[in-house]
């Protein structure tokens, strides 16, 4: 069975993996913990943890006990007390956190009860601060605070070296794929290649790096960006090897929905530029993506777990535009 190991953090991640289960692939997903906003943040402040919300959205995505046991997890308390904000399945991390040390037994823990397909790890078990550097060189500490800015990114980075597991290390060594997973660039993706011991460690693989972009551009971190430019943007954090295989969304996406988006949230489609692309990397896998889930745009994530799940042969689905 091919070995797929996954960065990144939040929604995106998740639904790359719920497409990831469906195929038989060792599946190791590796989570940015650098989240300080929400029930997160107040749990980490509270008991010097790590960030556990992005976490609790893997686990939940992994798990093979999907329904009500997803929306158990997921359902988040709105009271005048003291749960306000919190969800039942940053609560339970938290406790199995504290019961056994640590993140990671924590999420064996939960990892044995949700049934999980695939490994779940943190990418480091420091409780670490994202920094980011504004163009205008204004430096912002916090993951929320940078996502919350209006000002253009120059870069991220943590205060010291982040603390990496040796097991993690063999995970990226064993891998056939390596996947840079859609969801927030510079405050969830690159987060997670922030460590030079990682980046050495990918140097090392023989494994296939893969990047799966994004639908739309998120304000304050990728305004009119297009495929290249998160290309260029990710190849930056990276060490000797760069990305070299990009899935992206052709379908043209227009209408009432994606009026929405443009004007209440500020968020734009993300081009598929070929010609830029064909500069930076190996092939671009190039299909429709887009679907509507509750009245939001979503990867086909049955469809995004083929296509990575055919790289793993000699050949893939692709369109082909060197």
């Not at 999907?66 to 399945?89: A, C, I, M, P, W």
């Not at 996502?147 to 040796?166: A, C, F, L």
């Not at 997670?192 to 023989?206: F, G, H, P, V, W």
């Not at 299909?287 to 083929?306: M, Q, T």
């Given at each position: 069975?091919k070995?797929v190991?996954v960065?990144?953090?939040g929604?995106?991640m998740s639904?790359l993996?719920?497409?990831?289960?469906?195929?038989?692939?060792?599946?190791?997903?590796?989570?940015s913990?650098?989240?300080?906003g929400g029930?997160?943040?107040i749990?980490?402040?509270?008991?010097?943890m790590?960030?556990v919300g992005?976490?609790?959205?893997?686990?939940?995505?992994?798990?093979?006990?999907?329904?009500?046991f997803?929306?158990?997890?997921?359902?988040r308390?709105s009271?005048?007390?003291?749960?306000?904000?919190h969800?039942?399945?940053?609560?339970?991390?938290?406790?199995?956190?504290?019961l056994?040390g640590?993140?990671?037994n924590g999420i064996?823990?939960?990892?044995?009860?949700?049934?999980?397909?695939?490994?779940v790890m943190p990418?480091?078990e420091?409780?670490?601060n994202?920094?980011?550097?504004m163009?205008?060189?204004?430096?912002?500490?916090?993951?929320h605070?940078?996502?919350?800015?209006p000002?253009?990114?120059?870069r991220v980075y943590?205060?010291?070296?982040?603390?990496?597991?040796?097991e993690?290390l063999?995970e990226?060594?064993?891998?056939?794929?390596i996947?840079?997973?859609m969801?927030s660039?510079f405050?969830s993706?690159?987060?997670?290649?922030l460590?030079?011991?990682?980046?050495?460690?990918i140097?090392?693989?023989?494994?296939?790096?893969?990047y799966?972009?994004?639908?739309?551009?998120q304000p304050g971190?990728?305004d009119?960006?297009k495929?290249?430019d998160h290309?260029?943007?990710?190849?930056n954090?990276?060490?000797k090897?760069?990305?070299?295989?990009?899935i992206?969304?052709?379908?043209?996406?227009s209408?009432?929905?994606?009026n929405?988006?443009?004007?209440e949230?500020q968020?734009?489609?993300?081009?598929l530029?070929?010609?830029e692309?064909?500069k930076?990397?190996?092939?671009?896998?190039?299909d429709?993506?887009?679907?509507?889930e509750n009245?939001?745009?979503r990867?086909?994530?049955?469809?995004?777990?083929y296509?990575?799940?055919?790289?793993t042969f000699e050949y893939?689905?692709k369109?082909?535009?060197i």
């Amino acid at each position: 069975m091919k070995k797929v190991l996954v960065f990144g953090g939040g929604t995106g991640m998740s639904y790359l993996l719920k497409g990831l289960k469906q195929y038989p692939l060792d599946i190791t997903a590796v989570v940015s913990v650098c989240d300080d906003g929400g029930s997160t943040g107040i749990l980490r402040d509270e008991f010097n943890m790590l960030a556990v919300g992005d976490i609790r959205k893997v686990l939940v995505a992994l798990s093979k006990t999907e329904g009500d046991f997803e929306k158990l997890l997921n359902y988040r308390f709105s009271s005048l007390g003291t749960l306000n904000q919190h969800t039942v399945g940053n609560i339970l991390l938290a406790a199995a956190t504290n019961l056994t040390g640590s993140v990671s037994n924590g999420i064996s823990i939960l990892s044995e009860i949700l049934n999980l397909s695939g490994k779940v790890m943190p990418f480091t078990e420091e409780a670490i601060n994202l920094f980011g550097e504004m163009e205008d060189g204004e430096i912002i500490k916090g993951e929320h605070f940078i996502t919350e800015s209006p000002k253009k990114i120059k870069r991220v980075y943590y205060e010291k070296e982040p603390k990496i597991s040796k097991e993690l290390l063999h995970e990226i060594s064993k891998a056939d794929i390596i996947v840079l997973s859609m969801g927030s660039l510079f405050t969830s993706v690159i987060p997670t290649l922030l460590s030079q011991e990682i980046r050495d460690a990918i140097d090392k693989s023989k494994a296939k790096i893969v990047y799966s972009c994004n639908l739309f551009t998120q304000p304050g971190e990728t305004d009119d960006f297009k495929v290249s430019d998160h290309l260029k943007a990710l190849n930056n954090y990276l060490g000797k090897r760069k990305v070299e295989y990009v899935i992206a969304n052709t379908r043209p996406i227009s209408g009432v929905l994606a009026n929405k988006y443009a004007n209440e949230e500020q968020k734009d489609p993300v081009t598929l530029d070929k010609e830029e692309v064909k500069k930076i990397c190996k092939e671009a896998i190039a299909d429709d993506l887009v679907i509507i889930e509750n009245g939001v745009f979503r990867h086909d994530y049955f469809k995004l777990g083929y296509l990575i799940f055919s790289l793993t042969f000699e050949y893939s689905y692709k369109e082909d535009i060197i």
